[in-house]
C-alpha cells in the first residue's frame, strides 16, 4: 500500500491512481511545441511512483533525458462519478505538491509511435509529493505562486491562475469516465520553464500556501 499524509495527521492515506493532466498551461504547451488541447489529455501514475520529501529520483537506464514538472496536486476525499463542475470542490479533501517526472526523449519516442506515456510517466520514483494540507486552508487554488529550482537556480515560477482548464471542469471532464475514489490524486499539469535532471541535483519546489518539497536526482 501506498499512503500520503494530510496536515501532519499521523494516520496514513492510502492513495488510489493518479490522474494527470497534460498541457494545461499555455505557455508549457508552446514551449514543447503542441497544440492547447479542446478536451483534457490525461494519463496516470501508479502509486508505487511516489517518493517523498528528501528521497531520491533514479532515472531508468533506458532514458537520458528526465525532466521536471512541477504541478498542484489535488487530494480526492469523497467517491463521485459524472461530478458536475458546481459539486466538484466538496470531493477535495486536500491539496499538495508533486513532480511530474518525465523521460522526454523516452516520451517523443513513444508519441511518434502512437503508444502510451507509462514508461515515461510512471516508473518508480516518477512521483515525487509533498506532505497536503486540508482543503479548507486553501481559499483559492487557483491563485497561488508555484515554483520549481534546480541546484538553488529557478527554472518554473508561475501562478496556478495559469492553469487553462480550472479544478471544477477537470474533475467534471474526468469522472465523465472514470469514478474518482477518496485518496485518488489529481495531477493539475505544469508551468512552462521544465528541463532536465541529472545525477546529483537536488529540486526544491514551493507552492503557495501548501510549503515546500525538496527531493534530489540519484
Ligand atoms: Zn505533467
Known sequence: MHTITLNGSETPIAVGKIICLARNYVAHAHELGNEVPS????????????????????????SDDCH?????????GTQGKNIAA?????????????????????????????????????????????????????????????QLS?????????????MIRRIPETIAAITQGFTLEPGDIILTGTPAGVGRVVSGDTMATMIEGIGTLQVSVK
Open 39 to 62: 478536451e483534457p489529455v490525461i494519463f496516470i501514475k501508479p502509486a508505487s511512483s511516489m517518493i517523498f520529501e528528501g528521497d531520491q529520483v533514479e532515472i531508468p537506464p533506458y
Open 150 to 162: 534546480v541546484n538553488g537556480q529557478l527554472r518554473q515560477d508561475s501562478n496556478t491562475a495559469c
Open 86 to 146: 458546481e459539486d466538484a470542490m466538496s470531493h477535495i479533501s486536500g491539496y499538495g505538491i508533486a513532480i511530474d517526472m518525465t523521460l522526454r526523449d523516452t516520451q517523443a519516442k513513444l508519441k511518434e509511435k502512437g503508444f502510451p506515456w507509462e514508461k515515461a510517466k510512471g516508473f518508480d520514483t516518477a512521483c515525487p509529493i509533498s506532505r497536503f494540507v486540508n482543503a479548507d486552508q486553501i481559499d483559492d487554488p487557483h491563485n497561488l505562486a508555484i
Open 68 to 76: 521536471h514538472e512541477v504541478e498542484l496536486a489535488v487530494l480526492i
